[in-house]
């Protein structure tokens, strides 16, 4: 696992360019997110009750928010601003997909034309697979949130009623991580001109390593998450702003790292084969 870690940073080194673009990228997408969320949940913070609320006036709070969700047209307005967000970025997506996973494989030509290369030659494909990530990823909320929704609507008042919601959200991450592993060696076979099928054969026959390699990077973010945040809450100002927006670069970088060895692990067994 070392060697494929290793070898996936090598890759990053190599197309940094990548992830500058990525960098910027999320960096512009974290501010417009922050603008229009910022600007519904500050006016409804203002109504929160102060002096700090007793239990009473606390769930008058959450009662007037549920009924506010169902009638008021500036909610709606809201909600649909980031519906077209999230497509948005679906239609992204893909293309930075196929960029990046073409440019992991013309590892010799110039890294920012062969990403864009990569954009144009391969969009279809990453779209059609991106899209059914989707599908695939939500199709167990058509019998989850049946029996969570219900738990979460009275955690507001019994937040101990969460425990009950955690084996199905921990049951839906472990089946999400399962369907984006497998569909994303499938865009390595397909990108680089070879079998989806035997790119998931090879995700399959070496599943220690590529969840070893995912877990040890999940956690890596997790931690430098972690660091980010507390550095950014003990010390507030311009130091704070800065690393905020720097996580940005980190995030990026990590998730290159995550992909590049992966695309290592996909690489070496493809050639044995």
């Not at 940073?9 to 673009?21: A, D, E, S, T």
């Not at 009924?67 to 047209?73: D, E, G, R, V, Y």
């Not at 809450?233 to 311009?238: A, E, K, P, S, Y």
Request: include cysteine.
């Amino acid at each position: 696992m070392k060697s494929y870690l290793s070898e996936g940073f090598k890759l990053v080194k190599r197309h940094f360019l990548i992830v500058i673009f990525l960098f910027l990228y999320q960096l512009l997408w974290g501010v417009l997110l922050y603008k229009v969320v910022s600007s519904a949940v500050i006016p409804l913070l203002m109504r929160y009750p102060d002096p700090p609320p007793h239990e009473l006036s606390q769930i008058l709070f959450w009662l007037e928010g549920q009924i506010s969700l169902s009638t008021s047209s500036t909610v709606h307005e809201y909600v649909w601003l980031l519906v077209l967000m999230f497509i948005l970025r679906m239609l992204i997506t893909p293309l930075i997909r196929a960029g990046l996973f073409h440019s992991l494989h013309e590892e010799s030509s110039t890294k920012g034309f062969s990403f864009f290369r990569g954009t144009l030659k391969h969009w279809k494909k990453t779209s059609l697979l991106y899209l059914i990530e989707i599908i695939l990823l939500l199709l167990p909320a058509y019998w989850i949130l049946p029996k969570v929704l219900p738990i979460l609507m009275n955690a507001v008042y019994n937040q101990n009623l969460l425990l009950q919601a955690a084996p199905y959200v921990i049951l839906w991450i472990v089946y999400a991580y399962i369907i984006k592993q497998l569909l994303l060696y499938v865009q390595f076979g397909l990108t680089g001109n070879r079998s989806g099928l035997g790119a998931v054969w090879i995700c399959l026959r070496h599943a220690l390593p590529v969840t070893g390699v995912a877990l040890t990077l999940s956690t890596l973010a997790i931690l430098l998450f972690s660091a980010f945040t507390a550095v950014s809450l003990i010390w507030t100002g311009l130091l704070a702003l800065i690393l905020q927006q720097s996580y940005h670069l980190v995030r990026s970088l990590i998730n290159v790292w995550k992909i590049s060895s992966q695309f290592s692990i996909w690489r070496s067994n493809s050639e044995d084969a």
